[in-house]
Structures are given as C-alpha cells and as structure tokens.
C-alpha cells in the first residue's frame, strides 16, 4: 500500500513509529504536514497539492491530527476521502470526538455510563447548574483541551462558580463534571484497533496532582480489563466512527465511567507500559480494510449514437 499519515511534525515518537511499522510491513509511507497541503474543488473533481506538487496516489492515510490544526486537518482528511482513499478515522468522527460536550451526548444516547455533565451558557444558570450537578468536588474542563490542559478540580461550590465565571471571561465552552473519588486519581487508557482493545495501560497521577496525564507527570502500567470495560471502550469507538481509538475510562462504585475518546491518541506511552506493538496492530488493521474494500469500477467509455464510432 501507499501510506500516507497526516501530522505536523514527523520526528513525533507516534508519527516514527507508524513510519516504522508500515516499512517494516512493506509499504511506501509519507508524512504530509496538513496545513502544507492546498486544495481545489470543483463539481467531480478533488484535488490536492502538497509543497508545489501533485499529490500521488494514495491507498490509505492515517490521521494524526493535533487540537489546534482541528479544522484545517480535517478539511484535507475529508478532501482524502473524497477522492476516495481510505482512513480508519473519517473526518467526521475525529471531529465528534474532538467536541468532547458532542462526544458525551451521542454515547449517552447509547447507554453508556459516564460521569453527570452539565453545560451551560447564561452566568445567571451557573447556581441551578451546579445544583443539577449534585455536590461538590466539581471537574471542570475546557470542551476541547487535551493532555489535562484546562481541566480544574474545585473542592467547594463557591471554588466552583469562581472557576465557571473566569472560563466565562475567556468566552470559553466548558463542561462541569461529577469527582469520582473512588477513583483515587487513576484512569485506564484502552486503545482500541477494529473491534479488539490491543492495549490497555492504568495511568495513575503524581503526588498532589489528581489529573491522571502522563503529560502532567503520572505514571503508568499495563492493567488487565474486565469484559465489561472492554465492551464499553470499543462500544465508544464505534458509536463514534472510530477504528483507532485511545478510550479513557474511569473505575467506579457503579462499574465503569467514560472520560473521553481520543481519535489521535499518542503510542509512546501505551506501548513503553505494555510492550505492545500498538504501531504494528494499526498498520495490520488498515492493511485489512483497504483489501476488504470494493475494487472502483472502471470508467466506462461514451457511447456512441447508433451508426457512429467513438473516436
């Protein structure tokens, strides 16, 4: 196959190691910086240039699209797949993912557990909107930061309005969450290929700190799952439109708690904690779904009107 994946910078420890094991497999791979890519649309016709030049062929790509290249990223992902290549993460289900207030509201709509969210616009609801919360300690988090930026643990009410009403200063979209305390500062990172979690890694916090992150110094180990969270975490990837996806859940009093699904989640970590070759497993499962895909028909030539030949 002709590999292409989609990030910003190519020396990424993630970004390597998807080079590595498409080599490794055999195929021709490249790394497209999106936001160096330039497109042009036209009824019927998808192009794309990259540095001064044609794009060429391309079997699959391989999103690996950062927060802040969000819309850019996916209007050439979705440029891709127009011009029929194909992706294990559409453009479409990397943005749901990436809202994590729309992520939260179409994996409740499938039953998923997760801890109580609230949202709101208007700072004269922030009172009843906590009071639909329940107590506190109260989560809050920018809708779409990543890597534990933006997220603030409030141990009282009053911390709590103080922190909505600065995120409203910033005209910031922000949800409010439940604090699962038996959690004891400790989530499980399953990542999901296909239909099978690969990998799974507990991500434990630092000393005072109660944001699970590698990010932001916690640790990690490889953690056997329960059928339970394994059926939750490739439920949520699948309720999404992913087929690679990092699910974060968190284990509860009432069995497990969907945090958030990642659909660009980072290798470094899962595979230094578990050995697993998760770059490898990714590569197999798109060289699995590009053989499995329809051959293009072939373009059939103008007919003639009767009694004439086609030049």
């Known amino acids: 196959m002709k590999i292409a994946i989609l990030s910003r910078n190519a020396r990424l420890y993630s970004t390597q190691r998807l080079v590595e094991a498409a080599r490794k497999r055999k195929h021709t791979v490249k790394v497209l910086d999106p936001l160096r890519c330039y497109m042009s649309i036209a009824p019927q016709s998808f192009a794309i240039h990259f540095k001064g030049k044609p794009l060429g062929p391309i079997d699959c790509v391989i999103p690996r699209i950062g927060a802040s290249s969000t819309f850019y990223g996916t209007a050439v992902l979705r440029q891709l797949e127009l011009m029929g290549v194909y992706t294990p993460n559409p453009s479409d289900a990397v943005l749901r993912a990436r809202d994590k207030l729309r992520c939260l509201q179409l994996l409740a709509t499938r039953g998923i557990d997760m801890p109580v969210t609230a949202f709101g616009d208007n700072p004269d609801d922030t009172s009843d909107l906590l009071a639909m919360l329940g107590d506190p300690p109260h989560i809050i988090k920018l809708n779409e930061g990543t890597q534990g930026a933006g997220v603030v643990l409030a141990e009282k009410r009053s911390a709590s309005q103080s922190v909505i009403e600065a995120f409203r200063g910033l005209y910031a979209n922000f949800l409010v969450q439940e604090f699962i305390r038996e959690a004891n500062g400790s ?125």
């Open 187 to 311: 989530d499980l990172r399953c990542f999901v290929v296909g239909n099978e979690v690969v990998a799974s890694m507990q991500r434990s916090s630092a000393p005072g700190e109660f944001r699970a992150n590698l990010h932001r110094g916690g640790s990690a180990a490889a953690v056997e799952l329960s059928d339970e969270e394994r059926r939750v975490a490739i439920e949520a990837a699948s309720a999404l439109g992913l087929e690679v996806a990092g699910v974060d859940l968190l284990r509860s009093s009432r069995g497990p708690l969907l945090l958030e699904v990642n659909a660009s989640p980072g290798l470094e970590g899962i595979e230094g904690s578990t050995g697993v070759d998760v770059a490898g497993a990714i590569i197999a499962h798109c060289e699995a779904r590009h053989a499995a895909r329809p051959v293009a028909p072939k373009p059939r030539k103008p007919r003639s009107p009767k009694g004439l030949t086609a030049i």
